[in-house]
């Protein structure tokens, strides 16, 4: 555990360190960029005219009050002061996170907590943005825990509470969640310090005060427009909706006044359920949803929801972590595909996640039989090894029960999006890729298999060959694979999980094999008059591949994972179908693919023998891992669940690896977000 522990905190050093660096080594005008409504040639400290006159600046006149000592400091230090202020603010915050967990606490958790917490929030969204724009937003929640702590009294507690509300309105909602939560004093001094720094505020500057009090709404309006994707509130989700005006206006009362009477009653009770840090999470997620804008550097709210838990069985635990810090971590493109119709949520996502955090996550309660001793997940003996020369990694335990389907579809998909990621960036320059391509066409010819041109000329010639070909190259590749997992998941969960890893290995290794080698498909070798029928005649020097062109590695030829996939298929097929025409058709599904990437001028023939080499490493590295590929090896033995020996016959683990695990799935429904 000790071990554990340095390695955490040494990564979160590290992280910590680089995001400091990454900042202080822009140049100055690129980096603390929202400094220069304070510092800038127009910024707040030097022109004396009124705060709000510009719109750039967007804090509370009390705000400007406090901060601007801060400001010059950091304007004479170049940033430095401020940078590492902000890191300061970070570590704070990550280990009041770490002492308002849900006690008891175990020793792992006491180790773990303050570093994880860390490195959690120095990878976010939020706190990147706050570093790299100059932001204050980390200081309103570091207070607001500050004030929560156990030994912190009424009175210190609600002077916090009122000065984070002063910098930050929306602060203001956590006064009626400690009068639910029954400290109404420390509720009233909270109002009160708010009511009376904004009064020395408005003693102080009357003309600015009334101009963001009274003219902009607590500051509404101020800043980028209300409808940009950056305001992840209700109110900015109804403009990018097309509403506008009196309509508007009057849903986003209904919708926030019911998230906000909902979510503060549920954070009230998992406060008095002893889930504090939930609590406050869940509030500031009721804030995010209901403000007029919630800019991405105040999300840092949604990033302390993670601290819920959710789901009965183990195996559903990790789905709502997973997805928090997805959201709060990678961009919506990550999360959701681009296309038109599906794009809307992930361009919404954080404030979805909101919303389902203070809303609708049946989070459980510490009372329930099942927040310490979850239902554990079965796994089976280790595999022997079938030759002693290789060296199985015993460590590695196979689970035997489904796993979540909401985690492995949000895994699938950034898996997928990292690997589209990685293939664009592989992308080598054309004249190498081609030259790769000479290469591959005259060692091709040196082995008389130098087929390509002459078959895609018989293709183009025939309209129906194309036509069948083309269809089978653009919907096959995907259709195929996802059908299978798509049953051995419904069937057999624990060849799923062995598949799954063999397949993910495969792709890893032909990105590696896109970024050492590049190279251009013959459709795109100039000269040689090949014949691109699914995309027809293209400028060389300009492909265009329709929606793909943008987002697609063009130069991505060796290996095929046409053939590499649909080869996988067909191991698969072999090992699980018992009918002689399945094996057959899983047999020639790969020579099809063959025929197909070849006739179509997408490969050559070498490049389905380089998918057909990833994918025996990719079970290959796989058995080393995990051992047999068996179904039989995977099911039999006796079970061992986490914490518990038990045992079952083989005969029992057939009769019940399906019908079972339907049934366990029927009555323990996970308790995961819909979303």
Known sequence: MGVASGVLWFLAILLAARQAVAVLQLPR????????????????????????????????????????PLTRAAEQGFGVFWTFGTLLLVVGLGFLAARLLPGPVSRRTALLAAPLAIILLVVSLPVRNTFTLGQTSILPVLLVLLAFLPRVSSRRSGV???????????????????????????????????????????????????????????GAGLGLPADSLHNQSLHGLLLRLGLSGLP????????????????????????????????????GCVAVAIAPTAWLHQQLWILLAVVGRVGRRQADRRVWPVLVVMVMTLSSAAIVPTTKGIRLIGENAPL?????????????????????????????????????????????????????????????????????????????????????????????????????????????KQPWLEVTLNLAYTNLHFMVPLALLGWMYAHRPAMFRWTRAALGITTLLALLCFWLYPLAPPRLMPGLDFIDTVNGPQDL???????????????????????????????????????????????LYPLLTTVVIVGTANHYLLDAVGGSVVVACGFGLQYVLMGRSKEEQELAGPQEPEGAAGSMDSKERDKKGTAGSDEASASEKPQVPAG
């Not at 304070?38 to 022109?47: A, D, E, H, M, N």
């Not at 081609?434 to 078959?455: K, P, T």
Request: a positive charge; glycine letters at 8%.
């Open 160 to 218: 916090l509470i009122g000065l984070a509300a002063a910098l930050q309105p929306t602060v203001l909602l956590f006064v009626p969640l400690l009068w639910l939560m029954g400290r109404r004093r420390v509720a009233a001094i909270s109002a009160g310090a708010f009511a009376g720094c904004s009064a020395l505020a408005w003693a102080l500057l009357p003309h600015d005060s009334a101009t963001y009090w009274v003219n902009h709404v607590a």
């Open 541 to 587: 020097n300009s492909p265009e591949f329709g929606a793909l062109t943008d987002v697609s590695n063009q130069y991505a030829a060796m290996p095929s994972l046409h053939v590499g996939w649909s080869l996988w298929c067909a191991i698969v097929i072999a090992l699980l179908a018992r009918p002689l025409w399945l094996r057959v058709a899983g047999f």
């Open 29 to 68: 005008d690129e980096r603390l960029t929202d400094l220069e409504t304070w510092t800038g040639p127009g910024g707040v400290l030097r022109v004396p005219g009124p705060l709000y006159e510009d719109g750039t600046f967007t804090g509370t006149p009390f705000a400007w009050l406090v901060l601007k």
């Open 352 to 460: 979805l996640v909101a919303i389902a955090a203070a809303c609708a996550v049946p989070f459980l309660s510490r009372t329930s039989p099942h927040w310490d001793r979850p239902v554990p997940t079965e796994y089976g003996q280790p595999a022997p090894a079938r030759y002693r020369w290789i060296p199985l990694l015993r460590f590695l335990r196979r689970p035997l029960s489904r796993p979540n389907l909401l985690l492995e579809l949000l895994l699938i998909r950034v898996c997928y999006w990292a690997y589209s990621y990685v293939r664009i960036s592989a992308a080598g320059a054309r004249g190498v890729a081609e030259e790769h391509g000479r290469q591959i066409l005259a060692l091709e010819s040196a082995l008389r298999i130098d087929v390509e041109h002459a078959f895609n000329s018989v293709v183009a």
């Open 248 to 283: 508007e206006l009057a849903l986003f009362g209904v919708l926030a006044g019911t998230v906000a009477v909902f979510g503060l009653r549920r954070a009230a009770h998992y406060a008095k359920d002893g889930q504090l840090l939930l609590a406050l999470a869940m509030t």
